[in-house]
């Protein structure tokens, strides 16, 4: 792009553009061949006035996409830019589903960064949008769920209920979570209570046991992955709507047709997943915040570290403090004879100090050249 033209755009000078245009009519389809059009520069600087004279003269880069993904309309509704996305969908009001990168729409864009305005302008001009999915198939819903856009989350959700279209609240993404697999992730208790109403759903509407391909439910979510972030109150709310755990919502009959995989909460299944589990909750850079992923892997050495801690105290099935010969002359007793023996036929000794006991050894060496000889 010529640099004169892209400091006209940059500044939304539209005097110096003719100025331009009078010395060479035909610099604006030089523009073709670069990254850019003056378009995008002046969408992104917020110059109304100038993209409607652009428009005016040059209509089809409204239409263009860089090699970034994003096209006037994308840049637009990423910055919130709600004159600029009235201007443009007067070129085509389809604008809002032009797909860039990864199939992200100018409406998806929207709903990540919570443009509540730019939202209800391109539902109101096409409401179609609302179910164009990305190629990780996330709807404008998810990503704003997952991007904690409550206003935009209140704004989609309404609408989809005044429209009667309540099945969009089911839809699942590429690992199979519904918006409420991802609000119970991210803790979200108000949004939550926004997808469930008044607590009981209606048949039809939000399926609140919905399972994904790791073999979870949304209450399953809470509990697996437990914080201190409310989530008793969560899990209230979650069982006052019917949900329940994958292993309780399934039948646990199964007709000879049905194979183990055909089920997506058994063990099976649940096993061959793990690795789309921690594929998915993995941290992305685009995705999560930092302070969110410290907490959580703060959450996850907390309790790995409890765990180890009481199995260390407790074994399961508990131990033999010593061999135990009973009182040969008190016959009834209750207590057997028992060895405390290794897996090598070692007799082992406890010795104990307070709650840490450790292991000694009778006959070691004895029994080592027995089994050796």
């Not at 469930?196 to 939000?206: I, N």
């Not at 049905?258 to 909460?265: C, L």
């Not at 594929?279 to 999560?288: I, N, S």
């Amino acid at each position: 792009m010529d640099t004169r033209l892209f400091e006209a755009a940059r500044t939304g000078n539209i005097d110096y553009l003719q100025q331009l245009l009078a010395e060479n009519p035909f610099i604006l389809n030089n523009t073709q061949l670069s990254a850019e059009n003056p378009l995008n520069i002046a969408a992104a600087m917020g110059h109304v006035d100038f993209v409607k004279e652009i428009i005016r003269l040059k209509p089809v880069f409204a239409i263009e996409v860089n090699q970034e993904g994003f096209s006037p309309m994308h840049i637009a509704a990423d910055n919130g830019q709600v004159e600029i996305a009235k201007e443009l969908m007067e070129v085509d009001i389809k604008l809002c589903r032009l797909e860039g990168r990864q199939k992200m729409t100018p409406f998806h864009h929207a709903a990540i960064r919570g443009r509540a305005e730019v939202i209800s302008l391109m539902l109101s001009g096409c409401p179609d949008c609302i179910e164009d999915e990305t190629e990780r198939r996330e709807t404008a819903l998810h990503l704003a769920v997952r991007n904690n856009r409550f206003e935009a989350i209140k704004m989609l959700v309404d609408w989809i209920r005044e429209m009667n279209k309540e099945y969009l609240l089911n839809m699942k993404d590429e690992q199979g979570n519904t918006v409420l697999h991802l609000a119970s992730w991210k803790k979200q208790r108000r949004v939550i209570e926004i997808f469930l109403g008044s607590g009981s759903v209606s048949t039809g509407s939000l399926e609140v046991n919905a399972i994904n391909h790791t073999g979870i439910t949304a209450l399953d979510v809470i509990l697996l992955f437990p914080s201190e972030a409310g989530d008793r109150e969560i899990v209230e709310i979650l069982r006052s709507a019917g949900a329940m755990r994958a292993r309780d919502s399934v039948p646990s009959t199964v007709t000879n047709s049905q194979t183990s995989t055909d089920n997506p909460s058994t063990p099976e299944r649940c096993w061959s997943n793990r690795d789309n589990l921690v594929e998915y909750f993995k941290f992305k850079k685009d995705r999560d915040s930092p302070s969110e992923a410290r907490g959580t892997l703060l959450v996850i050495a907390v309790l790995v570290a409890t765990a180890t801690f009481q199995v260390g105290v407790g074994p399961p099935g508990g131990v033999w403090q010593d061999t135990s010969i009973p009182d040969q002359k008190n016959i009834t007793s209750n207590n057997t004879a028992h060895f405390a023996v290794n897996h090598n036929n070692i007799v082992i000794n406890y010795v104990c100090f307070g709650s840490i006991c450790t292991p000694t050894y009778k006959n070691a060496q004895k029994i080592f050249q027995g089994l050796h000889s």
